[in-house]
């Protein structure tokens, strides 16, 4: 059975750092992008970040460059998200998802449960 | 970046009626589309993938259809756990933009 455990969420005051881990079970890890997916209290979905299974290749929002940084531990089956300088509308519930191709065809088709970070002072 | 516009922003219906929702891209994305369904204080779940795949263990009620920027997601007879948000999400580049949603309510 696939698993996506976040954890490492909490409250941070705005200029601070956090890092999420998202612990991955139940598929071969290594073979999958990964991604990191945010929603605001209320509002709707904003994909953050994602990364090759080798970890060589890296995107993010714009919101977040310079700021936050994805990476992956493959023998650890674990992906990252450090979140530094942080502000108040970063406050969100993050989640981790697999990313799975379909004849080039990217999609999220496993979610963890989501990590809430809240900054504020 | 891509935008992503949903409509409408919220729907009622009743159990049985058939519905649409329809997301438009701001350029082209071929079928580079996906749908998810969000219930309330839970992680989004996968439904259509490619615009129109159908996930596994997804009812087949749910169907999607469309291409180049123009896309719809149908329900062909509402049930009453089908009553949640909505999203579509491009995947044809990164970022890989969502739409705003669209919550379905019971009338």
């Known amino acids: 059975e696939v698993q996506l455990v976040e954890s490492g969420g909490g409250l941070v005051r705005p200029g601070g750092s956090l890092r999420l881990s998202c612990a991955a079970s139940?598929?071969?890890?290594?073979?999958?992008?990964m991604t990191w997916v945010r929603q605001a209290p209320g509002k709707g979905l904003e994909w953050v970040a994602n990364?090759?299974?080798?970890?060589?290749?890296?995107y993010n929002v714009d919101s977040v460059k310079g700021r936050f940084a994805i990476s992956r531990d493959n023998a650890k089956n674990s992906l990252y998200l450090q979140m530094n300088s942080l502000r108040a509308d970063d406050t969100a519930v993050y989640y981790c998802?697999?990313?799975?191709?379909?004849?080039?065809?990217?999609?999220?088709?496993?979610w963890g449960q989501g990590a809430l970070v809240t900054v504020s002072s | 970046d891509i935008q992503m516009t949903q409509s409408p922003s919220s729907l009622s219906a009743s159990v049985g009626d058939r519905v649409t929702i329809t997301c438009r891209a701001s350029?082209?994305?071929?079928?580079?589309l996906n749908w998810y369904q969000q219930e309330p204080g839970k992680a989004p779940k996968l439904l259509i993938y490619?615009?129109?795949s159908l996930q596994s263990g997804v009812p087949s009620r749910f169907s999607g259809s469309g291409s180049g920027t123009d896309f719809t997601l149908t329900i062909s007879s509402l049930r009453p756990e089908d009553f949640a948000t909505y999203y579509c999400?491009?995947?044809?580049?990164?970022?890989?933009?969502f739409g705003q949603g669209t919550k379905l309510e019971i009338k």
């Open positions: 998802a697999r990313e799975r191709y379909s004849y080039g065809h990217p999609y999220f088709d496993f």
């Open positions: 139940g598929f071969t890890y290594s073979s999958y992008w």
């Open positions: 990364i090759k299974p080798d970890g060589s290749e890296k």
């Open positions: 350029q082209s994305i071929s079928s580079y």
């Open positions: 490619a615009a129109r």
């Open positions: 999400q491009q995947s044809y580049t990164t970022p890989h933009t």
